[in-house]
C-alpha cells in the first residue's frame, strides 16, 4: 500500500498550492483521509480530515477557512486545497488514511511527504 502526495513546492504569502496524494494497493473509499504537517524542529500537527463519503470534513484551527480538504474515490485520490498561505504553512505535509482524529497514531497509512515552503 502507498500515499504517493505531490503538489508541493516554494511559494510566496498569499499564494496557493494544491496538493494531491495518490493511494495504490488498495482502495481507501470506505476509510477517512487526511493530511498533517510537520515543520522544522516542530511536532506532527493536524491540518485536515475527510469522512470515507466526502461529505464531512474536519480542519486544524490554523487552517480554517484558508484550506480545503476533498477527496475522489473513483481516483483513491484526497486533495488539500491551501490558500492564502502563510510562513508558518512551511512545512512537510503528509497524507494519511485509514483512522480517523487528531493524533497521529490515530492513522495507519502515512504517504511520504511533501514539502511546502512559504516564503514572505
Known amino acids: 500500500v502507498q500515499l504517493q502526495a505531490s503538489g508541493g513546492g516554494s511559494v510566496q504569502a498569499g499564494d496557493s498550492l494544491r496538493l494531491s496524494c495518490a493511494a495504490s494497493?488498495?482502495?481507501?473509499?470506505?476509510?477517512?483521509m487526511g493530511w498533517f504537517r510537520q515543520a522544522p524542529g516542530k511536532e506532527r500537527e493536524f491540518v485536515a480530515a475527510i469522512s470515507p463519503g466526502g461529505g464531512s470534513t474536519y480542519y486544524g484551527d490554523s487552517v480554517k477557512g484558508r484550506f480545503t480538504i476533498a477527496r475522489d474515490n473513483a481516483k483513491n485520490t484526497v486533495y488539500l486545497q491551501m490558500n492564502s498561505l502563510k510562513p508558518e504553512d512551511t512545512a512537510v505535509y503528509y497524507c494519511v488514511a485509514d483512522g480517523f482524529g487528531i493524533a497521529p497514531s490515530d492513522y495507519d497509512y502515512w504517504g511520504q511527504g511533501t514539502l511546502v515552503t512559504v516564503s514572505s
Open positions: 494497493g488498495r482502495t481507501f473509499s470506505s476509510d477517512a
